[in-house]
């Protein structure tokens, strides 16, 4: 099955599931919860290291979607609205109970980025991250809906509430900066 497939069906199967969310369903709730519980860990995980605050903005997140899956109006894939529900909710979580600071945000999941045995991808994976770093959280967040979650730029407008365009100019200032950014993190390890 082709990835084109594989998202429709995962569609298919969400819409059927929220549908029955919308009747207070708690079988077809439970479904839904643990299937973007770990959609959900793995993108905060990215965001944050307290393992308390992933798990309150899921709960949070799960909440909103069982509270208002009626309102759900069919216009975008579910996985994309339940993701800006959860990006409104990281948002909110960060900036309302935790002061944003470098000891609450990650700023890339180190791990999954190096490959074993090579040390010239290892430093230009520091480097990425490095320059990553140096992004806002705004321009991180949209890089990795699009590179890693593989999210359309319309997508990504919807999750973060904001118009296409904005998406696009965050994406090109994103890239603009790491490029400026990492021919002098190589210069400098040299």
């Not at 079988?27 to 793995?42: G, K």
Request: hydrophobic fraction near 40%; include cysteine; glycine fraction near 2%.
């Amino acid at each position: 099955m082709d990835d084109q497939t594989s998202n429709t069906s995962r569609n298919d199967t969400d819409q059927v599931l929220l549908s029955r969310v919308m009747t207070h369903d708690r079988d077809a709730f439970r479904e839904l919860y643990l299937v973007y519980h770990r959609r959900l860990s793995r993108f905060l995980l990215r965001l944050t290291r307290r393992h308390d605050l992933i798990e309150e903005i899921i709960n949070d997140t799960l909440w909103v979607v069982w509270k208002q899956a009626a309102g759900f109006r069919n216009e975008s894939q579910v996985s994309t609205w339940i993701m800006g529900i959860a990006y409104r909710q990281t948002l909110k979580a960060l900036r309302q109970r935790y002061p944003v600071n470098e000891s609450n945000l990650v700023d890339i999941d180190e791990a999954a980025l190096i490959a074993p045995d090579s040390s010239s991808v290892n430093e230009t994976q520091e480097w990425i991250m490095q320059g990553l770093k140096q992004l806002s959280l705004e321009q991180r967040l949209v890089l990795e809906f699009a590179y890693d979650m593989g999210h359309s730029c319309e997508e990504i407008s919807e999750i973060m509430s904001c118009p296409v365009n904005t998406v696009k100019t965050r994406l090109f200032h994103a890239r603009r900066k790491l490029r400026e950014i990492l021919p002098e993190l190589a210069g400098s390890t040299e």
